[in-house]
């Protein structure tokens, strides 16, 4: 597993486009030269932006377009709703005492998409569980 640090590729299987993750400069992690996300690491339009267009018929929005087009599934502009953190994260790293973010951690946005990570942003920095 890598660790995940700031312009982190992520893509949602309900988005139509990937974005990458704002991290802000807290706290670095020993050979990494970006900042490394945490767990908690995941605040709509502040860490995880919008994936351009969202299709799920679980987004109002989404839903209400579709049925003005008769059915025809509309997508509307995504705006992330995230109620829970990332997981699972890193077993063994943590950055101010919350579990560090790793490739293989995932997150649910309330609309029915899966957020899961692309690309972690850097190649060097791995980690144990």
Not at 70 to 75: D, E, H, Q, R
Not at 92 to 101: F, K, N, Y
Request: glycine share 8%.
């Amino acid at each position: 597993m890598k660790l995940v640090v700031s312009g982190a590729r992520l893509r949602c299987t309900m988005g139509s486009a990937p974005a990458n993750l704002a991290v802000l400069p807290k706290a670095r992690v020993e050979g990494t030269d970006q900042p490394v996300g945490d767990i908690l690491t995941h605040l709509p339009q502040v860490n995880v932006p919008p994936f351009a267009m969202c299709r799920s018929m679980s987004n109002p929005q989404v839903a209400a377009a579709t049925a003005a087009a008769n059915g025809v599934l509309t997508p509307q502009p995504c705006i992330p709703v995230l109620p829970a953190p990332w997981s699972p994260g890193a077993s063994s790293v943590e950055i101010d005492g919350v579990t560090a973010l790793t490739d293989d951690s995932t997150l649910d946005c309330a609309y029915a998409g899966k957020i899961g990570i692309d690309d972690p942003g850097q190649s060097d920095a791995e980690v144990e569980g």
